[in-house]
């Protein structure tokens, strides 16, 4: 059953809303999971008294028991390597937009360290989302991808190294990037030049 819990710690039902509202059940699930068409048309104006009855009980479906029902999450899983650094933070803001506009909810997290990601990734396995963006993977690989692919998980990566099989890969211009800073240093007539990167990222490699 649909329901939540009031801050009262009432639990308010799908059958409140419909006692509310004057409908049946079936017709709040109607308006609650946006179906419209078939044999039981919603009209406009039941729909919005409906609406009207879910806001004054303050009713919110349980996600749980939607993506239950119809097999969805509606939701997309961002994995980024340091939630608060201004590249992903910018990144996160334009798709939190894009995805409001779509009607999908964005959870982001910080896959800073191993024990992070593979639980992200086993989350992600267990239903978590119908889509995941993943930056900064350093412990998850190719097969991990597939492997997210193969369970029906739209899946985009950030990454130089993985091949897309059937998911989406985002390339970055890091080499060329690395060899402009070097050129540029070396052109100002300095040929002694350290490089400080992250102990797990070895892209340094392809300097």
């Given at each position: 059953?649909l329901?939540?819990?009031?801050?009262?710690?009432?639990?308010?039902?799908?059958?409140?809303?419909?006692?509310?509202?004057?409908?049946?059940?079936?017709?709040?699930?109607?308006?609650?999971?946006?179906?419209a068409?078939?044999?039981?048309?919603?009209?406009?104006?039941?729909?919005?008294?409906?609406?009207?009855?879910?806001?004054?009980?303050g009713?919110?479906?349980?996600?749980?028991?939607?993506?239950?029902?119809?097999g969805?999450?509606d939701?997309?899983?961002?994995?980024?390597?340091d939630?608060?650094?201004?590249?992903?933070?910018?990144?996160?803001?334009?798709l939190?937009?894009?995805?409001?506009?779509?009607?999908?909810?964005?959870?982001i997290?910080?896959?800073?360290?191993?024990?992070?990601?593979?639980k992200?990734?086993?989350?992600?396995?267990?239903?978590?989302s119908?889509?995941?963006?993943?930056?900064?993977?350093?412990?998850?690989?190719?097969?991990?991808?597939?492997?997210?692919?193969?369970?029906?998980?739209?899946?985009?990566?950030?990454?130089?190294?993985?091949?897309?099989?059937?998911?989406?890969?985002?390339?970055?211009?890091?080499h060329?990037?690395?060899?402009?800073?070097?050129?540029?240093?070396?052109n100002?007539?300095?040929n002694?030049?350290?490089?400080f990167?992250?102990?797990?990222?070895?892209?340094?490699?392809?300097?």
């Open positions: 059953m329901c939540m819990v009031t801050r009262l710690g009432k639990k308010v039902t799908i059958k409140d809303v419909a006692r509310a509202a004057g409908v049946s059940t079936a017709t709040v699930s109607y308006v609650v999971s946006g179906r068409g078939g044999k039981s048309r919603v009209s406009e104006a039941t729909r919005a008294h409906v609406q009207e009855a879910i806001r004054e009980l009713y919110i479906p349980l996600s749980r028991a939607r993506s239950l029902r119809n969805r999450t939701r997309i899983a961002l994995a980024i390597p939630i608060g650094g201004p590249y992903w933070d910018l990144f996160a803001k334009q939190l937009q894009f995805a409001d506009t779509a009607g999908y909810q964005v959870v997290f910080d896959i800073g360290t191993m024990n992070r990601e593979i992200f990734f086993h989350d992600v396995l267990q239903g978590l119908d889509g995941v963006i993943i930056a900064g993977a350093n412990y998850l690989g190719q097969s991990h991808f597939n492997q997210l692919a193969d369970r029906g998980v739209a899946v985009t990566v950030f990454d130089n190294v993985v091949m897309p099989n059937t998911f989406d890969v985002v390339r970055t211009k890091e060329q990037a690395r060899l402009d800073a070097v050129e540029h240093i070396i100002r007539g300095k002694r030049i350290a490089l990167t992250d102990d797990n990222n070895e892209d340094h490699r392809t300097i």
